[in-house]
């Protein structure tokens, strides 16, 4: 019974249940954000994947932690328990050495957690290592094996965990500092040579070894500024990697907390800054990135429902810092991730036209500029062509993201049902495969299976439906304006036609627009007077520019309200006033700037960019 | 026991009734469902028995297989298997495998996404058939992640090798033993670069395609995915010593493509794939146009004392087939031409009814109903065991012209694997069998292609560490280009847009 009253048995209990609420209630999304772009498998060669490079042994343990995040609860009870016993191992470690002043330093690296890191888990699984190896060096009585241990475990540490070394290695030293100086023995400079030994023992060893992969061994592990491994295979999304700043706070938060434990040498305690700096890191951490990674899952998550005027909701809060018209430079990486979820959410609601400029519109006529550079952007990218009913060039991207970026669950599940909307069964029978050497989605697989045989899938079901009647070339990633054209003829996909007028608005050819007077008017005619959406109605206007027809009737072409009209004039007597000089650029598209007119009239961003500067200076 | 056909469906890969080479990797297994355990038995007639029990995986004792094989050369083997499942259910199988000549002990090939549109993580590879392990040659991580492609080994002899790499640090890069260039073809002239390229046998002079290509992605027919057509496709010649590009009027000529050069082994031809250019209608869709495109298989008489060409023959003719060829390969001999032929465009690699047909060169086989007319001068035979429902494209042969490897969607439809058939000298290929690996599921989890295999006696003379090293040499511009013995004057691209106007 004494032991229910010390505050430590419940202290850990409690901690544990904390955090399980925290990541559960307050982090779901995040949670889920991590499971969804893994899937572990059970089979030997998932483990080959990750067997044969330094690093990957660690994120093979972590990608086998972060699947039970399927169930975010499931999910948040292994963060919770890694954490406390952590915490604990921790408090053991230091308590013993008497000296609680690293705990600044060591907690900083503890915080940079699913919040924060590139990898999420992947830091507490480290921090943890380390405080394992630790607690064992620290109860270990016989000097010698302790030491040789402590280069053993800092080598192994050092092939695991790589650029974290930069964290763990003073955390060793100052162990072995506060050891010396609770025993009373004069402290040995020499002695920091022995972890440090262990470091260079295992970059030396892997340098030998990994040839040719010299590019990973060729990085020290003392440099904190990227993945050491760095192929982007393994890299699951850069854009929600802290910023530089991040790592500063907490690299002087563990300076300082070093400072503590040298505190003879500095004749003052400063540990109290590196607390400061930690407090200062993770208030910058938390609202930025938690808030990204679960904001671009619950946008993805509403869309993959189809729940679209939820998610441009929610999308429309992205896009409030954003001018009018911005060009691509411009984009922040969190934005070009929302990008795609924007244009498939517009399309979906059949507001793409009506909202042309309402979010921001790249100086390149597509619809969906992103390049396929990073994780992030192929995330979105096929989900679109699956979504316009594009699926060719959606399998194609998959079946190239598979291999290249590793198997994510969403992206496995999109490949799998594109391939079964188009009868190309084989590849995805294979693939169905990895599903069921899975814990959470081998009912998925069965699923997959039984649609096979019955094509009883909705998503399935709906796909085909969307497929085009003949076969066209699809270049450079965009459909043909043509093919479009064709395609939107087809019932069950409107999707293309709001789509292809996009196209023609974004490609500023009014002549298109004109031509599709008609199937402009049947597509968007819901009762009666007709009118179009407004950034057609522009179009049709901004046609007369180059056209005789100016000087006859417009006024009867149907469609074209008298606001629009009356706004068109006034937009030519501004612009005139520009050319004249009685008007700034920048007066001109703060008025003008959501309208296609002055978009048809300033080319591009890029000109519209140096207009702008020019008008500024 | 059970038929043939009905083996198939408890091995992977099918390993039953197949000729193999003496010096080739164990060939691992493994057992399919319900079945689990195993026990087998091998034998010939001369050495030891191989058995073995076990679950699921058949994994053979490399030095035993090896010992095996090497004693029961140019004979055969039988295996036994039992089979169960529960402890019940028993199964019992018997197959051969016929042992004959040696095969290369190396090849390389390049592995890549199935889509070929991204080039984020590009490999090119050597296999050893020998102990089924592989090494890396090329790396693209290790060189700013630009495309590696059309790695070649001068008639299998690995001491000289061209290989292009494009996007970064680009270059056609040329070993020859110790000589290592870095080139940049592409010329006012020849703006494209070289493309497929071959050794001649002097190993002084490489020939290459030059081509814009134009891949699309078909929207509707997803079986043949993507389609690549080419454009002012020419043939030309590198002399590597005297850096200079030879060519000829009638392989270089704007009216007709030109593409997949490939040398006899003697040298004196040069083969390669001609089409005229089909007239194209400006509202034409590419998907349209590209059914008109069909290639002819020609070669060309080279001298290569004077470095001269000579008369062209029509080897394959598209008016009579109503098909395109592709990618012809010859046996060391001269006896035999192995190529593809496929319903229209350039690249048949997408193309599932492409298959690979046989020509007796000498015209001494006797000719049955399985021969048909390829052109006015040669007969052509469909591989009827080496082909499938689906692609059969890149081949190669060994330097003993005994075994032809080639590349097969069959499995899949979507990922290409190298196979190997034994051709006999009657022009009869064996069963095909898959490239062997240590873990048999090997190929289940798996996800890229097999690209370009080429057959090489040695290990390669580059590394990816020697090759990271490579892509920071620097480069050789072309001195001049040589067209039916005239010299015309040539610029750099880089120096082509600061030119004059005229």
């Known amino acids: ?617 | 026991m059970r038929l043939l056909s009905q083996q198939k469906a408890l091995l992977y890969p099918d390993y039953t009734d197949i000729t193999m080479p003496c010096n080739i990797a164990p060939l691992n297994f493994y057992v399919l469902p319900p079945y689990k355990n195993y026990s087998i038995k091998v034998f010939g007639k001369k050495g030891d028995t191989l058995q073995m029990k076990g679950r699921n995986f058949v994994k053979f004792n490399p030095q035993k297989w090896h010992q095996l094989l090497q004693e029961n050369r140019n004979g055969r083997l039988w295996v036994e298997m039992n089979l169960n499942s529960t402890g019940t259910e028993t199964e019992k199988l018997s197959f051969y495998w016929d042992v004959r000549d040696s095969i290369d002990p190396y090849f390389a090939c390049r592995l890549i996404e199935p889509s070929y549109q991204m080039s984020n993580l590009l490999q090119t590879i050597e296999y050893n058939l020998q102990e089924a392990s592989q090494r890396i040659l090329f790396d693209n991580r290790l060189q700013t992640y630009g495309c590696v492609n059309c790695h070649t080994f001068a008639q299998t002899d690995c001491s000289h090798l061209v290989y292009h790499v494009r996007f970064n640090r680009t270059g056609t890069f040329i070993v020859r033993n110790d000589t290592i260039l870095r080139v940049d073809l592409k010329s006012s002239r020849f703006p494209q670069g070289g493309v497929y390229p071959t050794w001649h046998p002097n190993k002084k002079l490489i020939a290459f395609g030059t081509s814009s290509a134009y891949p699309f992605v078909h929207s509707k027919d997803i079986v043949r995915r993507t389609e690549v057509f080419d454009s002012l496709g020419d043939i030309i010649v590198y002399d590597i010593d005297r850096n200079v590009i030879l060519t000829d009027s009638r392989i270089s000529s704007d009216s007709v493509e030109e593409t997949f050069p490939y040398w006899s082994w003697d040298g004196k031809y040069l083969y390669f794939c001609q089409s005229p250019n089909p007239p194209r209608d400006s509202l034409e869709d590419d998907v349209d146009y590209s059914k008109k495109i069909k290639y002819n298989l020609v070669r060309i008489a080279f001298d290569d004392k004077t470095n001269t060409f000579g008369q062209i023959d029509t080897i394959v003719d598209f008016r009579i087939t109503g098909q395109t060829a592709s990618f012809p390969r010859l046996t060391p001999d001269g006896r035999f031409l192995v190529f593809c032929l496929s319903d229209h465009g350039t690249f048949p690699i997408r193309h599932p009814e492409s298959d690979l047909y046989l020509i007796d060169m000498t015209g001494s086989l006797p000719k049955d109903s399985n021969w048909i007319p390829a052109s006015k001068d040669f007969w052509m035979k469909k591989m009827e065991q080496v082909n499938s429902p689906f692609t059969e494209s890149y081949h190669t042969f060994s330097s003993n012209g005994k075994w032809l490897m080639f590349s097969s969607k069959r499995e899949d439809n979507l990922y290409s694997r190298p196979y190997f058939t034994y051709v006999d000298s009657n022009g009869i290929s064996s069963k095909p069998f898959l490239l062997p690996q240590r873990d048999p599921a090997f190929y289940l989890t798996f996800l890229k292609s097999y690209n370009v295999p080429e057959f090489a006696q040695t290990p390669a003379a580059i590394s990816a560490a020697k090759a990271k090293e490579m892509s920071l040499m620097p480069t050789i511009e072309v001195d001049s280009v040589l067209i039916d013995g005239q010299r015309i004057t040539v610029y750099p691209l880089t120096t082509v847009s600061s030119l004059p106007q005229l």
């Open chain 1, 1 to 617: 019974m004494q032991r229910f009253k010390k505050p430590e048995f419940w202290a850990y209990p409690i901690l544990m249940v904390g955090l399980w609420a925290f990541f559960a209630f307050a982090m779901p999304d995040v949670l889920e954000f991590w499971e969804k772009n893994q899937l572990f498998r059970f089979s030997s060669d998932y483990w080959h994947f990750f067997d044969h490079e330094p690093f990957g042994t660690l994120i093979y343990v972590h990608t086998f932690l972060i699947q039970f995040s399927y169930y975010p609860w499931l999910g948040a009870i292994v963060y919770a328990l890694l954490f406390t016993l952590t915490a604990w191992l921790f408090n053991r470690c230091v308590a013993t050495n008497g000296n609680r002043r690293l705990l600044p330093g060591l907690l900083s690296v503890a915080l940079l957690l699913p919040t924060s890191a590139n990898f999420g888990l992947l830091v507490l699984l480290v921090v943890f290592l380390a405080v394992v190896g630790a607690h064992c060096w620290i109860y270990w009585k016989n000097r010698i094996l302790r030491y040789s241990c402590q280069v053993i475990v800092l080598a192994g540490l050092t092939y695991l965990v790589r650029e974290y070394m930069v964290w763990i290695l003073p955390f060793y030293m100052c162990l072995d500092w506060g050891r010396t100086r609770q025993n009373g023995q004069k402290f040995n400079p020499l002695f920091l040579l022995i972890p440090l030994g262990g470091t260079m023992l295992a970059w030396g060893l892997e340098a030998w070894f990994c040839a040719p992969y010299e590019f990973i061994s060729s990085k020290s592990p003392f440099k904190f500024t990227g993945n050491a491994f760095s192929p982007s295979s393994n890299i699951p999304f850069n854009y929600f990697r802290p910023k530089k700043i991040v790592f500063v706070c907490m690299e002087i938060a563990t300076f300082f907390s070093l400072a503590g434990v040298f505190y003879p040498f500095f004749k003052k305690k400063l540990d109290w800054i590196g607390g400061l700096f930690l407090i200062g890191g993770v208030l910058w951490i938390t609202p930025i990135q938690v808030k990204s990674i679960a904001d671009f899952q619950q946008v993805d998550r509403l869309c993959r429902n189809y729940q679209w005027e939820n998610a441009l909701r929610k999308l429309d809060s992205q896009w409030e810092k954003f001018p009018v018209i911005t060009s691509l430079s411009d984009f922040t990486n969190t934005h070009r991730l929302f990008f795609g979820h924007t244009k498939i959410a517009l399309l979906a609601t059949r507001k793409a036209t009506n909202k042309l400029f309402t979010y921001p519109q790249p100086a390149f006529p597509l619809l969906f500029p992103l390049a396929m550079n990073n994780r992030a952007e192929c995330f979105v990218l096929p989900s679109y062509y699956t979504f316009v009913g594009e699926f060719s060039e959606s399998l194609h991207l998959n079946y190239d993201l598979i291999t290249c970026h590793c198997i994510s669950a969403t992206i496995l599940n999109a490949t799998i049902i594109s391939s079964l909307i188009v009868d190309d069964t084989l590849p995805a029978f294979k693939l169905t495969h990895f599903l069921e050497k899975s814990l959470f989605y081998r009912h998925q697989a069965s699923v997959y299976k039984d649609s096979f045989q019955r094509n009883n899938l909705p998503a399935i079901k709906r796909g085909k439906q969307m497929l085009p009647f003949y076969d066209y070339a699809v270049a450079s990633y965009i459909p043909d304006k043509n093919a479009v054209k064709q395609h939107m003829q087809q019932q069950g996909n409107p999707y293309f036609y709001e789509y292809f007028i996009s196209l023609c608005l974004l490609d500023k050819n009014t002549k298109t627009i004109v031509d599709e007077h008609s199937n402009i008017k049947k597509f968007y005619q819901k009762g009666k007077p007709f009118f179009a959406p407004y950034h057609i109605q522009e179009a049709i206007l901004a046609s007369f520019n180059y056209s005789p027809s100016r000087y006859l009737y417009p006024q009867k072409i149907e469609g074209i309200s008298s606001d629009v009209w009356n706004d068109y004039w006034l937009f030519i007597i501004d612009n005139q006033s520009y050319f004249n000089g009685s008007t700034t650029f920048s007066e001109l598209q703060k008025k003008w700037g959501h309208t296609y007119w002055f978009y048809d009239c300033y080319l591009t961003m890029v000109d519209m960019e140096s207009k702008t500067s020019q008008s500024i200076n």
